[in-house]
Every structure is written in C-alpha cells, then in structure tokens.
C-alpha cells in the first residue's frame, strides 16, 4: 500500500456549497494568522499537571463521507481528504493553537478544547488518530484528528497545547513525524509503541565547572562520513531554532538534520551525505535559494 501525503486535487466548490465549507473551516482553524491585536496562544493559568494528560485511545470511528471530508479549497490550494483505511506517513513542520479557538467549533463540529489531546490535519480522515514523533527528543503523543490545518507552507499538523506541550513544542513550529494509526492496527491492537523500540538517548546539561567530554545528542550522528554543520550554539535552543529554519528552507533535508553536542557546544548537522558532490551541491542550494550557508565537516 502507498503511503499518502497531501492532495492537491479535489473538485473545485461552487455556490453555497463552498460558502458553508469555508465557514466551518474558518469556525475551526483554518487560520493560523491572527491579527496583531488578537494574538494565539496559551491562557493566563493553565491547568496544573497538563504533561499526566493520557493520549487519545485509538478506537474504530465511522467516516462521514462528505462535511468535513470533502474536497476543499483554502487559500488558493485544494486538498482532497483520505477517507479509506490507508496509511499515512509525512515528516514536516508542526505548529499548535491555543486560547483564540478554544471553545470553539472544530471542522468536526466539535468543540475546541486545547487541553485534550487532539489535532488538525489537511487531508487525514475526521475522526481518525495519529502518532506525532519529535524527533529532537524522542517523545511520541498520540492524538485525534479532529479539525483541519494548518494552511502555511512546510506545516504538517496543527497540535493542541496539551499535545504540544508532552512533545516539548511550545516554543514554536518544530520538525515531527506524523504517522496515521489504522483501523486495521487499531482491530488487531497493534498500534501500541513496540516494546522493541530503544528508548530516547537524552545528554544531560554539563555541571558548571565540570570536566566535559564529547558526546552525541543521536546515534545517527555518532558514524563516519559527510556532514553539512549550519552552526554551533553554546545553548540548545538556539541549534533548534536554527534547525527550524534550515527545514523551512529545505524539507527534504528535514530527516539528515541532527543536533550534535561536542566539546560543549549543540551543532546542527544535515548527513551523511554519500559524497561530497551531494553535500556540496545542497550547500550551494541552501545557500542560493535559502539564504542559509553551511560548511562542509567530514568524520572519519
């Protein structure tokens, strides 16, 4: 079976028809520009204890063909929604709403509630379930596909804060994994983590004063070959950051990108490239159509 990624197909509304759609749409969060005045984001108090929140429980949900699975247009793209048992994998930029949709109408007719562990996605099914990876820690939520977006090019999903915040997301969009979790493996209860996964390799904070010595943030980048580095930062927000850009940039490069921590200091890395002509030739791409240079680093 093929995997699925966003649709650019899907007939074109006309008349009432796209006039109720795009009303539904903008209800949910078909938006994600808000206006300087009436900015997202949390509430003043948030719940206590939002990180115990339990993930979303998969469980078989009929499809409603039409409403909120039809194709639509927003924005001047159309986008055609799965609506069969398919899988579905996409790696891409999340993102997470908060307090201006919260009590509000989803693109399901539900109500918004950015503490549960729900999503909106483009073109997954509503309702269906999927597991977000993030990369940059290990961690993994499991959340309902409720509403639909985001709209902004490189976004993938679009988190609720409850969900971002168990993924360490708040601080802005960040590089995910979003993987679809099947009727089929929800049936047979085979969407649990396998118990055969190797747990997040985590590096601590260095103790002030402390002798340090080199270690690596990934295993991906504990081997030999050739690196692209964009950076070294003393911090680990500031390599996350520029990782967000050098994705935004180019996401095909989104899976070879790797924070490394040696000699003290957090180095985001794109590889192993197979050679040097591949790593030089995206560096140069980077550079000309991103704005964002890079310097070739080769481990032996």
């Known amino acids: 079976m093929a995997w699925h990624r966003r649709g650019n197909e899907g007939a074109k509304h ?16 078909a938006t994600r520009t808000p206006a300087p005045a009436d900015r997202d984001g949390p509430q003043p108090n948030p719940p206590a204890e939002l990180a115990k929140v339990p993930d979303a429980v998969p469980r078989v949900e009929p499809i409603r063909v039409g409403g909120p699975n039809k194709p639509y247009e927003v924005l001047g793209e159309r986008y055609l929604p799965l609506t069969g048992d398919d899988p579905y994998l996409d790696r891409g930029l999340a993102s997470w709403y908060g307090r201006k949709f919260h009590g509000r109408p989803t693109a399901s007719g539900e109500v918004y509630n950015m503490y549960a562990m729900t999503a909106a996605h483009p073109t997954l099914p ?4 999927a597991r977000v990876r993030n ?24 988190l609720s804060y409850t969900a971002a915040l ?44 402390a002798p340090q010595r080199d270690t690596t943030a990934t295993l991906a980048a504990a081997g030999s ?16 950051a520029l990782r967000q850009k050098v994705a935004e940039a180019d996401l095909s490069l989104l899976p ?17 490239f197979p ?26």
């Open 126 to 129: 509503i309702p269906s379930y």
């Open 256 to 272: 070879l990108l790797t924070i490394v921590r040696e000699a003290g200091l957090h180095r985001l890395r794109a590889g192993p």
């Open 135 to 158: 990369p940059a820690n290990g961690r993994e939520v499991i959340v309902r596909v409720n509403d639909r977006g985001p709209f902004h090019k490189g976004r993938v999903i679009d």
């Open 225 to 240: 070959g050739i690196w692209l580095q964009f950076g070294a930062f003393s911090r680990l927000d500031g390599a996350e």
């Open 275 to 300: 050679s040097v002509d591949e790593a030089r030739a995206s560096a140069a791409r980077l550079r000309d159509e991103g704005g964002v240079e890079s310097t070739l680093v080769e481990k032996r």
């Open 14 to 29: 006309t008349g009432p028809a796209l006039a109720l759609l795009l009303l539904a749409l903008l209800a949910g969060c």
């Open 166 to 209: 168990k993924l360490d997301l708040l601080r802005g969009v960040a590089p995910v994994e979003v993987r679809r979790i099947t009727y089929a493996e929800i049936r047979a209860g085979s969407w649990g983590k396998p118990a055969s996964e190797p747990p997040p390799v985590f590096v601590p904070e260095p103790t002030p004063g």
